[in-house]
């Protein structure tokens, strides 16, 4: 408890954004204080300078605020997918797409990784989490022109979420500034779910994938 007290008092108020951004700041901020076990949302509230009710008309729980973080990390994953190339291959639009959902989660690695780890070991708040990707990765795998329809589309969103959780235990560890070592875990994951997922074999891309080849080697 004088652990989480202390955390509270130090915690940094945050005064920018709007004030549902503020709110979902403060938590993923004081998961990585505290731990996401013991995030409160009146300790929320305090680090994001709110009053208590304020902040839960923006955000009810720890839980919705979980849904607005995958909110985000969907936007900046899918808002540069303007329209297919014809010249990529969906495999090859998969990597890239993949990879900016990586560069997203790492502006703020720390909290991230608090986080997902906490939520691995609340089960509640995991289903949550496991419903909510359902959407991010069916909305993936449009983004990179592979079908989502009928069993074979969920097929291939289960092998996408497959390929992501592989890639993200990578990226757990990778410390290295160009994520060589999860390019090259989602380049092997992406190897293996071309079965599973029903992807047809593509040609390897130059430039960021080749990268991961080097990683790998």
Known sequence: MA???????????????????????????EAAAVGWRHVSMDAVAARAGLGLG???????????ALCAIIDRIDARTLAPVKKLDPEDSPRDRLFEILMRRFDALNERREEAKAVMTGVARDPAAAIVVGCRLQKSFAAILGAAGVSTGGLMGLARIQGL???AAFALRAWMNDDSADLAKTMAALDRALDRAEKLAGLAKFPRERGRRAKSDEAAA
């Open 54 to 64: 304020e902040a839960l008309l923006e955000v009810p729980s720890k839980v919705h």
């Open 161 to 163: 979420k497959a390929v």
């Open 3 to 29: 652990a989480k007290k202390s955390a509270k008092k130090s915690a940094p108020k945050a005064t920018g954004g709007s004030v549902k951004d503020r709110v979902i700041d403060a938590v993923a901020a």
